[in-house]
Structures are given as C-alpha cells and as structure tokens.
C-alpha cells in the first residue's frame, strides 16, 4: 500500500506556526494548486484545489522562517484524517502532512523578482 501526496502550488497566506507541549514545532498553512482546461465551447477553465498542510520539527521552523504569502513551493507527503468530537457531532479533517519541502523560484512574492 502506498500513501503519497506530491503537491506544488502557492501559500495562501504565511504558515502559522507552534509549538507543541513536548516542544516540538508545528507549522500549518493552506497550498493552492490549480489546473486549467478548455470545455467543450472552448472557453478556459481553471479550478483551484486548497490542501490544508501540516509540517512538524526543524521544517516546520524552516517554513515559519522562509515561507509567506505566495510563496511556490514542492511538498512531499503523506494524507492524514483526524477527527473530534464537538457539540455531540463527529468532525473530520483531511489534511497533508508534509515530510519534505523545496522552495521554488518564480512564487508571487519570490526573492528573485
């Protein structure tokens, strides 16, 4: 069985991060990923996809200190559902948990424009 997620796409927002009680770090940030096509009358189309992320340890410090809003990034993987308990309902959330990450050049707010 495999689970693995690769992903590229743009920070909304800069990563928020913590730190856990054992003192470990956590970073979580929204990745958008869009894909584009032409429908049957020929007109554009684009979707775009957010994928909550989860980083923990050193490369959750190294998102917190590198990474912000628009920045282009490659995250390598694995899709992790947690649930809760709240108010008498079962609440489910899926999300990336990230284990190896490359900043790319290019993003919207990229040191080289």
Do not use: C
Request: hydrophobic letters at 35%; a neutral charge.
């Amino acid at each position: 069985m495999l689970n693995k997620v690769q992903l590229i796409g743009y920070l909304g927002a800069a990563p928020e991060i913590r730190s856990l009680p054992e003192g470990k770090s956590v970073a979580n940030f929204n990745l958008a990923t869009s894909e584009t096509w032409k429908d049957k009358s020929g007109e554009r189309q684009e979707k775009t996809e957010w994928h909550p992320i989860v980083i923990y340890g050193k490369l959750a410090e190294v998102a917190g200190e590198y990474l912000k809003k628009g920045s282009l990034v490659y995250l390598e993987g694995k899709m992790q559902t947690r649930s809760w308990e709240k108010d008498g309902a079962t609440h489910y959330k899926t999300e990336v948990i990230a284990d190896n990450m490359k900043m790319l050049p290019n993003g919207k707010n990229s040191a080289q424009e």
